[in-house]
């Protein structure tokens, strides 16, 4: 068994203002709808660097006191390789919030999130956001279909 895989490696951050989280609408057609920001974490590139940065990006926010809440992971349906997200959370930051190419952002009620479109996986992420007791989303593919567990 080899002791290396191939790995994608991403972010993605809940930054949080009382009870409003930050949202990005996603203008991706392969991955459409609200998420958090984030995004790949460059090569020899420090995790909470990148996220960081992403947030910075795609939102015009400097982050700070990011916690890390879990992961989520998946492996390509075909093996190729394994997909892996840090999830950071916090709720320092300072700047103007701008949108980017990547989609709108905005602040919205956390109450009102599911009452709206979110990028496909994303709902099954927020309990390791929110919930101390979860630290990882996995996702399964067999017999053609994803599947998603906690842990």
Not at 56 to 61: K, V
Not at 79 to 85: K, T, W
Not at 128 to 142: A, N, R, T, V, W
Request: contains cysteine.
């Amino acid at each position: 068994m080899p002791k290396t895989e191939n790995v994608v490696l991403t972010n993605m951050c809940m930054v949080t203002d009382g009870t409003k989280v930050l949202v990005q609408n996603r203008k991706d057609p392969d991955w459409p709808g609200l998420v958090f920001p984030g995004g790949k974490i460059e090569p020899n590139e420090p995790f909470v660097s990148s996220a960081i940065r992403e947030v910075f990006e795609e939102t015009g926010l400097t982050v700070s006191d990011l916690q890390l809440c879990g992961i989520k992971q998946f492996t390509h349906n075909e093996g190729l390789y394994r997909y892996i997200v840090f999830l950071y959370k916090t709720s320092t930051f300072s700047g103007d919030l701008c949108s980017s190419d990547e989609g709108e952002v905005f602040w919205l009620e956390r109450s009102e999130l599911m009452q709206h479109s979110l990028a496909d996986g994303f709902a099954e992420m927020l309990p390791i956001f929110e919930d101390d007791q979860l630290s990882e989303l996995y996702f399964d593919y067999k017999n053609h279909q994803w599947a998603s567990q906690h842990l």
